[in-house]
């Protein structure tokens, strides 16, 4: 590891910071096994043109709940290969059984990734979670050195409050929260345990007033700094950049640019597919994407059309020269 499990607050404070992606991963159109050729092509593109600071790799984006045990531990290896010293890497070790949360965690470890990220997990029976969940972070945070982030989403069946993660953030190495929950619970839980843990959330619609409103230095995580980009095309990249440096009026010019592709993205997303939906748009910007697994579904011929044609009406620029144009 880079750092002992006592600095692993000080290591996260000083290093996980700017725009982390979700990694979707690509599956071969036959035989359904991971495009591992594609998933490292990806991660070059996304480190050398668009400067993504780091990956969030075999969660829910990368389909975790299709892939065997030892498929996820091989995309966190191909992970560290591919950008360990370039970018940042946190990985998934999410699940409902604690032995494999631990085998994971330790596996990244292991291999040289930097943090870990385990979601709260559903409960059964409940009428209250609190001392359940502390109990669950704290046991795991026992077990490993590794630094450690939280992540509460509604899939779970229930939100963890913001003075529950404050009391969970108390534990050594927890050291930041994926906080998919509205807004004014992520904006208390920085307020009263910001010095303790780095918040954030997946929304890029709110980022920009996130770090200007919020003092926010981390997005963690989803697709949009690779579905809002090309490598001609780097506005998430420079308002993010823009914002950090204080120019915020500048900034908010061009993150309201963007607001054509957010919404090609959103009008064409059937609710049902969102990494099939996101694969696809990976595609038409000359990623890997390929199919899903089960019980995904993947899209249809018409809905491929329809998101191709907003596609390319939404303004990416693909090309030097319609860069230029555009100018």
Not at 42 to 71: C, M, T
Not at 231 to 236: N, P, S, V
Request: proline share 5%.
């Amino acid at each position: 590891m880079k750092y002992r499990k006592a600095d692993a607050k000080d290591y996260a404070r000083q290093n996980m910071r700017g725009i982390w992606a979700a990694a979707l991963t690509p599956f071969d159109p036959g035989s359904l096994a991971i495009n591992e050729k594609g998933l490292r092509q990806n991660f070059r593109h996304w480190v050398d043109d668009l400067s993504i600071d780091g990956f969030f790799v075999a969660g829910k984006q990368g389909e975790f709940f299709s892939l065997s045990l030892p498929e996820r531990k091989r995309l966190m290896e191909i992970a560290v290969d591919e950008v360990g010293g370039r970018a940042g890497t946190i990985m998934s070790a999410s699940d409902q059984n604690m032995d494999v949360v631990i085998e994971l965690a330790k596996h990244a470890q292991n291999i040289g990734a930097d943090y870990i990220v385990v979601h709260a997990p559903v409960l059964h029976f409940l009428k209250a979670q609190d001392e359940t969940l502390y109990e669950y972070y704290k046991y795991i945070s026992e077990q490993v050195d590794i630094g450690i982030a939280l992540w509460s989403h509604p899939d779970s069946g229930y939100l963890m409050s913001p003075e529950l993660c404050a009391r969970i953030a108390e534990l050594p190495n927890i050291v930041a929260i994926k906080y998919s929950v509205p807004r004014e619970m992520y904006a208390k839980l920085t307020q009263i345990a910001g010095d303790k843990i780095i918040v954030s959330t997946a929304s890029e619609e709110e980022w920009f007033d996130n770090i200007v409103e919020l003092g926010w230095r981390l997005y963690l995580c989803s697709s949009p700094p690779y579905l809002l980009q090309t490598k001609y095309d780097r506005r998430m990249r420079d308002y993010t950049d823009l914002a950090f440096a204080g120019k915020v009026e500048e900034a908010r010019k061009i993150r309201d640019s963007l607001n054509p592709v957010r919404q090609a993205i959103r009008s064409t997303h059937p609710k049902e597919k969102p990494p099939a939906h996101g694969k696809y748009w990976q595609e038409l910007l000359g990623q890997v994407g390929g199919p899903v697994r089960r019980p995904m579904l993947n899209l249809t011929d018409g809905e491929k059309a329809a998101t191709r044609a907003a596609f390319e009406a939404c303004g990416l620029k693909m090309s030097t020269a319609t860069s230029q144009a555009a100018e």
